[in-house]
Structures are given as structure tokens and as C-alpha cells.
């Protein structure tokens, strides 16, 4: 471990890893880079967005049982949202990288490759190369750029540093090209992992997430939507990108203060049968549905999807289609494809059962991406008895999707509602449910009624008459206004 004092304001800044070359001062943010023995200041680099991640400088963990600590991160920023690098350094000297994305997390280290790869001009999403022997398909191709950083790092940086990578995925290995640097790009290799699965110490805990979430150190900032000033439900930092249930605006959530991107439009008026905001425990854990966004096929078909967060957890989706519901998730371990009618997760064989283009129609809440209406994605969805497999590509981007079907009654217990089906329940009518208390109240008390002796009778009558005429008038309201 190596310290220096802060050129800007003297705090001692601690180098643990003699890879790392750069350093942000937690006290001003002054970006040091250390140089033959110097410190040169570099200038203030931004503070980064506390987002929904529980990770934080200084969480340990073992990865394949060796030990090691988070030093540094890197908040990147691409045109529909944003994710985090951290700087992990070992027990025994050698460093790595956690990338954490929307609950999901992958470890990579630098590696050396004899093969010539393809220039980042040419790739696309389902682009496969060959590495080691191992076969990988395009998964993510982005141009970012570096918005902030924490801790320290093994190379010079700063807040606009452009950044251009590509993902690949074989299974569960993860291999990122990234071509930041030139047209020879640098590779790192690893493969996804659980959180749980690193035994992770010090995480930020789920209120520490919930108070500073969406929040610049030292600064709040109210969510109201910038475009009509309508509170806008949703999970601070756990998302990039809120549409006003209000006024439909597009807002960015994504920096210091929330910005409008488009202002809302006229759109019908669509119905959900979850509300944003309601909550229900899910194999044991607390999540709060964040979004939701009408979907539809060049067939007509359409569905609705719902978002829904849990303080550490990956997201979900819960979807409707037809009165039926269906679970989904995003794949960290991929299935094997044949590129054409079948594929497979272990012993599990997939058919191909449509080829699709799924559109947005209309959305509403919060995301973790920048979701707009008129968005589409081309879908090929595969069956296997009681599962789902849906790969989804964009011009960008390659996902796999498992779902599973939801009973009726799981989602009654989930949500505390009585009929999520989205069937209407015809209303009985006013005269049917005043018949319903009249019958019974008279035929107990026929027999006092009859003998009674003065104006009793009369007046039980009048009395049933207040009932029943009152149902009898708001039936034919209802039946004028429907």
C-alpha cells in the first residue's frame, strides 16, 4: 500500500494495489495520477449517481475461494441507461473486474488472445468469434462513456472518457472486447456469477440503498416530475428512466438533476391490473412494481408487462397476455441455440414455437432503460413443457428470457386482490342486492309482522319501499350511463 498527500487538499490518498495508477479523493474529488514517483492533479472528476447497487468501496468477498475488496468503480453512461465497473483487487496481488448491471453481475480478468478479432465496425448482436476454443455470440455492443468514478484504477480517465465494448456470452463464460483505446482491443474474460455466490461483507443494506439511491452526496432531489410537477412513484436510483403517469413525459434520471427528454402526448387511455407501487412477496423477498408498458405483435396480438424491483435482487417481469400470467427473468447462463428451430438449457429441449416483431405501444412509470413508445424488438420465443425461452434482439443488444406460468391464486396471494384474471365481474344490479337483505328480513319476521297490531305493518313496508326503490333508480343510472 502506497499513500500520497491530495495535491488539492491535502488528505492522504491510499494506493492498496501497485497496478493502480489513479485515484479520486473521497474528500474533493480531485483525480491524482500517480507518475514516476509523482502525483499530478488531473482536476475534479464527477461524483458518481448512488444507484439501487448494494455494492460500495471497500465490499469483500471470495470469488473461486480467493478473497478480495472492491477498490474502485467506474459509472458508465450509454444512451438508454447506465452501469457500474468495479475495480476488484485479490489477496494475492492480481485484479479484476465486477460489472454490475440492473441486479445482474459478472467478473472478468484481463487475458491475452492469439486469434484476430473482428473490428468494432463489423459486430453486431448474435456476431459469433472463437476464443480459446470457446464459442461466444454478441450480446451487448455499446459506445458509453465514463460519467464518474470512485477509488482508485489501473489506468487515466475522466468524467467523458468515451468507452467502446462488446459483450459476448457462451453459456455462463463472459468475454468483453473493449476497443476504448484503438482498433485492437483489449479482452477480458470471466463468467457470470450470483451475488450471494461471492459471500459478500459489508454491502450497503437495503435502507442505506432506499436514503441515497438517486441522490449526489450532500444533495435531494424531489421527484416530481420536471414537465407538469406530478409526483412520480418510483424507486430512487433503481432506474434511469421514469414516463409521468400524469402528464406522459419522458423524463432522465440519470444525472444530477432529472431532465424532460420529450414532452408527454396525447395516448388512449390504457387499463392495468397491477397499479405502480404495489408490492408482494416473492420467494422471499420484497418487491415493488416500478413500470408497466402495453406491448403488442405485427399480428395484432397484444400483453401488458410489469417491472418489479427488489433492493438487491434482479429484476422480473410479470406478464399478461389474455388472462393468463407468466414469470420472467433475464439469463445469465445462456441456452445452447442452434441458430435455427431448437434449444437447450441442460437437458431441456426447446422448440421453436414464433418469430416475432413485439412493439410499445404505451408505458408508463419507471425503467431501468430508456423505453419509448414505437421501441421494437425482434422476439423468437421457443417451448418446453410448463417453460418459455424468449431471445430478444435490438440493433444493440441480444437477451434470453426465461418464463414460467403464474397460477390465478399465486397471483391473488402475491398482491392481495381478488381477481387479477383482468375478466370483468358483472354487478349484481342495486335491486338484486336490496332483494338479497328484503327476502330474508321479511320471511323471518313474517310471523310478527302479521300478528303485530296497529301501524307496525305499515310502517315495515314504508321501510322496505326506502330499500328498494333507491336500488331501483340507481339501476336505471347505471344502465343510462353504461
Known sequence: MQQVPCPSCGASIEFKSTSSVLAVCEFCRTTVLKDAGSVVNLGKMSEVLEDYSPLQ??????????????????????????????????DDGSTGWLSDASGQFVMTFQTEVTEQLPSFERLVPTTRVIVSGHAFAASDIRTAKCTAGQGELPFKV?????IRVADFRGADVFLTLDYSDGASPRVYRGRAVELPELEPQLLRDPETIKDSAGHFRGKVSALNCPSCGATVKCVLGATVHIICPSCHAAVDTAGEVATVLAAGHAAARVSFTLTLGAEAAIAGSRYTVLGAMRRSDNDGSAWSEYLLYSPGKPFIWLIESDGEWQRAGVLDRWPSWDGAGHASIGNIRFNKSSDYVAKVDFAVGSFNWRVKVGDAVRVTEFEAPGQRLAAEVTREELTWSLSLPVPPDQMQAWFGVGDVSNQAVAHPGYRTMAKRVLIPMLIVNAIPLLLATGSTLGYSLLAALAIYIPAYFLDAWEGRRS
Open 57 to 90: 468501496i471497500g465490499t469483500a468477498g471470495r470469488f473461486e475461494r480467493r478473497s478480495f475488496t472492491l477498490i474502485g468503480r467506474l459509472q458508465l453512461q450509454y444512451s438508454d441507461g447506465f452501469w457500474n465497473e468495479w475495480y476488484v483487487l485479490f
Open 158 to 162: 475522466g468524467a467523458g472518457y468515451p
